[in-house]
């Protein structure tokens, strides 16, 4: 089975660069504190990267 990540979107991203607001739009989010499962993928985890000071990630 392949690992998956529980993402949640803790922090606003009010003040951050636009290349940022778009990163989290693409991850799939809509509202601040929504929760979002996602496979574990070179990919993702690049995104994460980019706005991990807005996110918190957990595995499961």
């Known amino acids: 089975m392949a690992k998956q990540l529980k993402l949640t ?3 606003s991203f009010i003040g951050c660069p636009e290349t ?21 993928c070179p990919q993702i985890r ?8 807005l996110l918190m990630v957990e595995e499961l």
């Open 9 to 11: 979107w803790t922090k």
């Open 20 to 40: 940022q607001r778009a990163t989290i739009k693409s991850l799939g989010f809509k509202k601040l504190q929504q929760s979002l499962i996602k496979e574990d």
């Open 46 to 53: 690049g995104q994460i990267s980019k706005v991990q000071h």
